[in-house]
T-cell receptor
Framework: GAVVSQHPSRVICKSGTSVKIECRSLDFQATTMFWYRQFPKQSLMLMATSNEGSKATYEQGVEKDKFLINHASLTLSTLTVTSAHPEDSSFYIC????????????FGPGTRLTVT | AQRVTQPEKLLSVFKGAPVELKCNYSYSGSPELFWYVQYSRQRLQLLLRHISRESIKGFTADLNKGETSFHLKKPFAQEEDSAMYYCALISGSGNTGKLIFGQGTTLQVKP
């Protein structure tokens, strides 16, 4: 149980285009979803927290107009990187938590974004 | 400031040797601490949490509030323990509490 999927697993896009990453909780309802960014051989940095039906809360330094987060249902959150640039290339990971599991977060497998 | 520090980037031991992965934290209030593990090409997964006081795969971790530490220990390392280990604490209340990760320690268990 408590499986989180991400799609796509890897994506290559051209500079200036937008790309959408989906995060789904497959067998539970996720009241809260989190988006992280991980640079090579570095730790996970929280980008934003989203609750179903409300606006995401972004961490300091994260541009909300560039990283659009939508949490339209209890099983789906999306991250859209708008007008992507090479410096946005990274590994993006989502996680989900549910009230039934306390404060444990279940992580997705991550999405490798490469902007050329 | 809330912070998690893992001083070692890489810890290399031989199979059967004891392992201790260090974690120190800075947090005002009562911390809730976790160890996460990421095996090669796999997703991050929870290894253990301090409130459970359990042993998973032979690993234990004790919260020491006096030393603000939550070191991960295993008496006899196995090759399959080779992975990236992250110490983390939860900041904030409710289910929106966010995880603050340490820098991670790569554990390499040699045969």
């Amino acid at each position: 149980g408590a499986v989180v999927s991400q799609h796509p697993s890897r994506v290559i896009c051209k500079s200036g285009t937008s790309v959408k990453i989906e995060c789904r909780s497959l067998d539970f309802q996720a009241t809260t979803m989190f988006w992280y960014r991980q640079f090579p051989k570095q730790s996970l940095m929280l980008m934003a927290t989203s609750n179903e039906g409300s606006k995401a809360t972004y961490e300091q330094g994260v541009e909300k107009d560039k990283f659009l987060i939508n949490h339209a249902s209890l099983t789906l959150s999306t991250l859209t990187v708008t007008s992507a640039h090479p410096e946005d290339s990274s590994f993006y990971i989502c996680s989900a938590s549910t009230a039934l599991a306390g404060r444990e977060q279940y992580f997705g497998p991550g999405t490798r974004l490469t902007v050329t | 400031a809330q912070r998690v520090t893992q001083p070692e980037k890489l810890l290399s031991v031989f199979k059967g040797a004891p392992v201790e992965l260090k974690c120190n934290y800075s947090y005002s209030g009562s911390p809730e601490l976790f160890w996460y593990v990421q095996y090669s090409r796999q997703r991050l997964q929870l290894l253990l949490r301090h409130i459970s006081r359990e042993s998973i795969k032979g690993f234990t971790a004790d919260l020491n509030k006096g030393e603000t530490s939550f070191h991960l220990k295993k008496p006899f390392a196995q090759e399959e323990d080779s992975a990236m280990y992250y110490c983390a604490l939860i900041s904030g209340s409710g289910n929106t509490g966010k995880l603050i990760f340490g820098q991670g320690t790569t554990l390499q268990v040699k045969p």
